[in-house]
């Protein structure tokens, strides 16, 4: 599990005055992003081995709003890995309280865009996603 913190800001809130819901969407990509530099897979270095991870699905929950200048915790699970597919779960927090739940669905891809077997193409990157899977 990796955490990762985000503070919302005043631009990220509606008429209403809390966060627009567009905007977790963009906060699991931030955790995502913070995610794989953690376990040493930047998004550079994927794309320089010839692979990107192109975004299959979202899925959100919104359980309690939040607003500015709340501080939010994120934390990404690897829920399943495959030789083709990542399904990353993020929960986040606002003073210990759960606010929001999300699922991330992602396939790789080739520089042609051609489905890859991760397993074969990148091992070590397979191998790191196994050993931050979920138990």
């Known amino acids: 599990m990796s955490e990762y913190y985000h503070q919302v800001q005043y631009y990220e809130t509606d008429r209403m005055q809390i966060t627009h819901h567009s905007n977790y969407i963009r906060y699991m990509e931030e ?15 994927l794309e320089k081995s010839g692979i990107t991870s192109p975004v299959a699905s979202v899925n959100g929950k919104y359980l309690k709003p939040t607003t500015f200048p709340d501080k939010i915790r994120i934390e990404t699970q690897v829920s399943e890995v495959g030789v083709a597919k990542l399904i990353l779960k993020y929960q986040m927090f606002h003073n210990d309280e759960l606010v929001f739940e999300g699922i991330s669905e992602h396939g790789f891809l080739d520089a042609n865009n051609r489905i890859i077997n991760l397993k074969r193409k990148l091992p070590e990157f397979y191998k790191a996603l196994q050993e931050s899977q979920e138990d």
Do not use: G, V
């Open 31 to 45: 955790a995502r992003t913070d995610f794989l530099d953690k376990i040493d897979w930047p998004f550079e270095k």
